[in-house]
């Protein structure tokens, strides 16, 4: 199966601070997702983009595919953007996560 | 907008007893999911069903089954719980699979087994 690894495993930022995450795979998709699980657990997701760049917000990201990565671009961050961030990459009829981002923002 | 509900939130199980949870899908939505999130780790895929026939099996236990019914709900029946099936459950919902195809998730079911 098609093999995704997202980087860093952890990030700590100030209140304020921009971060970018990034999310390789291994193989071309026509759908690729990021979702944050908040701390009570929820996947609530940012963006459907197997392609492109897409802005909402304080956030976007941006997939090139041709190069099978895609990145995550978080800007102000805040205390509340604290938790898991997932890449998540069709795999035939589901779709492959791969193990995450914890970012944690610091008052 | 409605959303993919997920039931019970929360279940509490002795080993070796049975649990089902269950998924309504977001209207219209045809095709759905499961995952299992075990602590500190990412969503394993467990199983999906398209049009109420099952289209895609990962790493779901032989102690496991489920089904999509007519109006489209799903329920995932676990039996002899271990305690390493203590996890956050996920349905997932889509229309027309994953091919290009938003997935939105529901906010889980959590199974704890003593």
């Known amino acids: 199966g098609i093999q995704v690894e997202q980087s860093p495993p952890d990030l700590i930022l100030q209140e304020g601070a921009n971060s970018t995450l990034r999310c390789n795979f291994s193989?071309?998709?026509?759908?690729l997702q990021w979702f944050h699980q908040n701390p009570w657990g929820q996947l609530i997701n940012l963006f459907y983009?197997?392609?492109g760049t897409k802005q909402n917000g304080r956030l976007s990201a941006t997939t090139v595919a041709t190069e099978r990565y895609s990145l995550l671009y978080i800007s102000s961050s805040q205390t509340t953007d604290s938790g898991v961030y997932f890449c998540?990459?069709?795999?035939?009829?589901?779709?492959?996560f791969g193990a995450g981002t914890r970012l944690t923002v610091k008052p | 907008a409605a959303g993919v509900i997920q039931s019970p939130r929360h279940l509490i199980k002795e080993k070796r007893e049975t649990a089902t949870l269950k998924c309504y899908p977001i209207?219209?939505?045809?095709?759905v999911y499961w995952y299992q999130q075990g602590p500190g780790q990412d969503p394993q895929f467990l199983i999906s069903?398209?049009?109420?026939?099952?289209?895609d099996k990962g790493s779901i236990p032989d102690r496991f089954s489920a089904q999509q019914f007519s109006d489209y709900h799903s329920e995932l029946n676990m039996s002899s719980l271990e305690l390493g099936d203590s996890a956050l459950y996920f349905c997932?919902?889509?229309?027309?699979?994953?091919?290009?195809?938003?997935?939105?998730f529901g906010a889980g079911s959590r199974l704890t087994v003593l």
């Open positions: 997932a919902s889509s229309l027309g699979g994953t091919g290009a195809n938003v997935l939105t």
């Open positions: 193989d071309s998709v026509n759908n």
């Open positions: 983009i197997p392609s």
């Open positions: 998540a990459v069709e795999d035939g009829n589901d779709m492959r």
């Open positions: 209207p219209r939505h045809d095709t």
């Open positions: 069903f398209y049009e109420k026939m099952q289209s």
